[in-house]
């Protein structure tokens, strides 16, 4: 049977997380956790009942691997939204250009989630933005995280990062520059820096996924090495989609879920990234 333990639905050795989507009474987020085997049919199914039972008309999944999505789709889900999946081997950062030179990077501080919020609003469309606990899940995805932002001559926040490092795997978790900061180098100061990061603990690659047709952040990791990989990560639905509650937008993973390369794929899974 199928018990809710806070935000875990648990079924034998099955796991996944589950709750609101951003807020939303009517929709759910349903996403496998890390670590868990490849959801069965009849887990899908029984996680759908189960929120039904708590009065949610429609759920969302976070973002799944091939292998993750055959029990949703099987069980009625539907493709929503498609992602890219990259990876980075690490190698030949030393002579990796970190940007224009003009970009100044510093930790976060916790008096800037305000502004790097902000920033996330103007970078993304409605539905990929982050609000405070879809940034609380990209900063607690993985064991160990880097925060940083761009600031501006006067300190403002213009953009931000964050890189997430478990074992030797590396996850590019989020990336977000604002639209007026554009074509200074941010972005590609911001990922390089990661990278660094990663590489100076001995991390083994990266990986980052964005948005279908996202080109301008294709461009930018492109540019830095990262290759895309054969397999594609999709968000699936069923039932009432974000869409038909809130008006028409179009669906997003703002806060599908902590992390968002396959545990198959590797442990966590990262944020939608956008260069933006």
Known sequence: MATLDTDVIRWGRERARTGPWRGSPQVALLTPLPGAPVPTLAFVRRCVDTLSAQGFTGVVTGALAPVEQRAFLAAGFAEAERLHLLSHSLSGLSAARAGSGRAKLRRAWGRDQAAVLQVDATAF?????????????????????????????????VGYAITGRSGRNGYLQRLA??????????????????????????????????????????????RVGFHRLPQALAVLSKGDSPAQVTGGQSISAARMASVTASSRLA????????ER
């Open 177 to 222: 520059v604002d639209p007026l900061q554009q074509g200074r180098g941010l972005g590609r100061a911001l990922v390089v820096d990661g990278l660094r990061w990663l590489s100076r603990w001995r991390a083994e690659q990266c990986v980052v996924n964005t948005q279908w047709g996202n080109e301008a952040a294709l461009g930018l990791y492109e």
């Open 267 to 274: 442990p966590h899974r990262s944020k939608p990234a956008s």
């Open 125 to 157: 469309p409605l539905f990929w933005q982050l609000d405070e606990a879809g940034l609380t899940d990209a900063l607690t995805a993985t064991p160990h995280t880097r925060f940083q932002v761009a600031v501006t001559d006067t300190g403002a926040v």
